[in-house]
């Protein structure tokens, strides 16, 4: 037996194999090959936020023939996966001598007119269902059935059962442009970058003229943003865009009032009380230090209210209606959800909180929306302006000539205490939460307070929750990144009281997401790029790989046993980057302001010399694989301060050397910046997503100027050579 294998006597137990039946994993390996098991209570717990009772060996027992029955009892499973342009079966549970039948609605409504054959089960051994045995057929999918979410109607005997039949693209095809080639851009955290005409935040006109001046004055075909997941109706605003209170809305903080067409028309006095309260926050577009988001969405929203109120054209409001119509419950639970926040307060985990006493059934939530169907309104307006502007700087990306535009940002979830989980509860595992465990930059292991879908919802409803998020973010990007793409894969769940590090992974299918991913993508003529660093298993890489999804490589994290990779021996499948929002910029790294930021908020588990002394050596490892590769002068490697900018521009000449299909350069890098936008396992200790774009001198820059600068004009100078 090998060390890194649970024993028989182990696996034989039912709560192992309760748990490994809805897919639990019971050990894992982690991120320095070591192994471990998972305590039965972290694994009676995770089982219970699946709504599986496993507090003793009976119930285990009882739960696990409870599920086998239920499984045997179905005709067919509630979600089945086709790729497209090949035969598939779906397996059907019969009676002994039924034989199945099967008809397709497609995705339009129409009946599909091909042959559904009949095959042979999977030989597994017929199942007791007590008052009868119950064996498996097969149904044969054929290879022209269109690409689509489609339903699939069952008939075995008298019984008949639909199931949602996605059938997908075996993978997303790369560009044109990217098949013989790369395409390069720039990665932006959308809040810095302020411009004259902002209101103290980055938004998305500051996005749409962002994506104009780096086609015409860089040449970059996309820009990668932070997310722009919907955010709270009223402040204090969240800071962390990767904390969203909704991931299929946007978030209408972003949007800029002068932008609207309504706005032209105010009459005088209420244009002047819109420009008024603009000069207002108009100071914050100066200040270096800090993004103030709140003193931003007091005055902002102020404004839009003086719009809203103001009316619309009869055009205009046909076209709101529309988006009403089109937005479905999503919207309605958001617009709800902000209502009660605006009007009652932040929802919070109390008991006594109006989101813990109230769901969107209660009385008195009905109630609250008739009592002000006007701010009610409102949100929903907010709404369809907010997607109005990004899907018009997106289109601005496209017409200045971009090949990709936007590239969005996907959260791993959402927050606990946000509109997805209030209003629909059932889409989420109950008492866990997402996070990841320990390695060897977090050595406590990270909880991230989201909580995780539910594979059992996901797979009883045909995965729409996940299918609408992902085409929603489709119509407004050109490219999506998915952060933490493992998390299609396997989560790791963590009981709700225990330490980040008492968790156990809970699998997915990730060929049903990863076949979405290819429709929504392929419809879109898409690309999809997969953040996979850390402990990504092989056979991870390889299914991202056959689904042409990207993964992602660092400079800095392309290192074994401390030496570092050439980038020309990069897989060509990846957006390769000098480095991430969760480092500092280049020269900040190279000035050592990841051991500074660590050793003065206390997060080292070892001795701070240690720590710099590993940094030190990390440095000096890069420096020698820049000089090797005749990147940078053997001389500049010798005064590295004197130096810096020469260094910066050789990470760069090094990273243009990749194969891979896309590369990324940090606008912080371009202009000098040296603060990092995030400190993993900080939250108030450090102003994590609210630094603004500044120079090495700390001056603030605008964004009317940021693609001029020498660095911008450096690094794509290289990138275009």
């Known amino acids: 037996m090998s060390e890194n294998t649970e024993n028989e006597e182990r696996l034989a137990r039912p709560l192992i194999r309760l748990a490994k039946l809805v897919g639990i994993g019971t050990s894992y390996v982690g991120m320095s090959h070591d192994y471990h098991e998972i305590d039965d209570d972290v694994l009676i717990e995770v089982l219970s936020a699946l709504g599986i009772d496993a507090r003793d060996e009976d119930s285990q027992e009882a739960e696990i023939h409870r599920i086998l029955k239920e499984r045997h009892s179905r005709l067919v499973a509630p979600t089945v996966l086709h790729t497209a342009g090949a035969e598939d079966q779906v397996l059907v549970n019969t009676g002994i001598l039924e034989t199945p039948s099967a008809t397709i609605t497609l995705e339009n409504g129409e009946p599909y007119e091909g042959t559904i054959g009949v095959g042979p089960g999977d030989g597994s051994q017929a199942f007791d269902l007590g008052d009868r045995f119950v064996s498996t057929a097969a149904l044969v999918i054929p290879a022209n059935l269109p690409v689509g979410y489609h339903t699939l109607h069952v008939t075995v005997g008298d019984r008949t059962q639909d199931a949602t039949l996605i059938s997908a693209p075996s993978k997303v095809d790369l560009l044109d442009s990217m098949n013989n080639g790369s395409l390069w851009g720039w990665m932006a955290q959308l809040y810095s970058i302020r411009s004259s005409g902002s209101w103290g935040v980055g938004d998305y006109e500051d996005l749409r003229q962002l994506l104009i001046d780096a086609k015409r004055k860089t040449g970059a075909d996309f820009i990668l943003i932070n997310p722009v997941h919907a955010a709270e109706p009223v402040s204090p605003l969240t800071p962390s865009p990767y904390l969203p209170v909704s991931r299929r809305l946007v978030n209408f903080t972003y949007i800029r009032p002068e932008a609207l067409p309504e706005y032209a028309l105010l009459t005088a006095d209420l244009k002047a009380q819109v420009d008024a309260l603009h000069a207002d926050v108009d100071p914050l577009n100066g200040d270096a230090q800090v993004i103030d988001r709140d003193a931003m969405w007091r005055s902002k929203m102020h404004a839009l209210w003086i719009i809203f109120k103001a009316g619309r054209t009869e055009a205009r409001q046909t076209a709101f209606d529309e988006f009403k119509a089109a937005s479905g419950n999503d919207l309605e639970a958001y617009a709800t959800w902000c209502l009660c926040y605006d009007k009652w307060g932040a929802p919070s985990s109390d008991p006594s909180s109006w989101e813990q006493l109230l769901n969107r059934e209660s009385p008195e939530i009905a109630k609250l929306k008739s009592q002000f169907p006007d701010t009610l309104d409102f949100y929903r307006w907010l709404e369809w302006v907010a997607v109005e502007q990004l899907a018009a700087a997106q289109q601005a990306a496209k017409d200045a000539g971009m090949q990709i535009g936007i590239m969005s940002d996907m959260a791993v979830g959402v927050h606990p205490n946000g509109a997805d989980v209030w209003w629909n509860p059932e889409r989420f595992a109950k008492g866990a939460t997402v996070g990841a465990p320990p390695d060897m930059f977090n050595q406590q292991g990270q909880d991230w307070s989201q909580p995780p879908l539910s594979p059992l919802d996901l797979e009883a409803t045909g995965y729409r929750t996940y299918r609408n998020m992902v085409h929603d973010m489709f119509a407004r990007a050109g490219a999506v990144r998915i952060d933490h793409i493992l998390g299609l894969f396997r989560l790791w769940w963590i009981p709700s009281g225990h330490p980040a590090m008492d968790g156990a992974y809970v699998y997915y299918d990730s060929n049903i997401m990863l076949g979405i991913l290819a429709i929504e993508a392929s419809r879109a003529h898409g690309v999809v790029v997969g953040e996979d660093l850390g402990v990504v298993p092989e056979y991870v890489a390889d299914s991202l790989a056959s689904h042409g999804i990207l993964g992602c490589a660092v400079e800095w994290f392309e290192q074994r046993d401390g030496v570092f990779r050439k980038p020309a021996d990069y897989r060509p499948y990846a957006l390769a980057s000098v480095n991430t929002h969760d480092l500092p910029p280049a020269a900040g790294y190279l000035e050592f302001e990841h051991v500074k930021i660590r050793e ?122």
């Open 600 to 721: 003065r908020l206390g997060l080292l588990s070892g001795p701070a010399e240690e720590f710099e002394a590993s940094a030190k050596a990390e440095q000096d490892a890069m420096i020698a694989m820049l000089v090797e590769q005749g990147y940078l002068d053997a001389a500049a490697a010798e005064d590295r301060v004197a130096h810096e900018s020469q260094i910066v521009d050789a990470l760069y000449r090094a990273l243009k050397d990749a194969p891979c299909k896309l590369l990324a350069a940090s606008i912080t890098d371009a202009v000098g910046e040296k603060r990092a936008q995030n400190q993993p396992g900080t939250n108030n200790e450090y102003p994590n997503w609210r630094i603004p774009l500044a120079d090495a001198k700390g001056n603030v820059v605008p964004l009317e100027t940021v693609f001029d600068t020498a660095g911008a004009q450096r690094i794509a100078q290289i990138f275009n050579s």
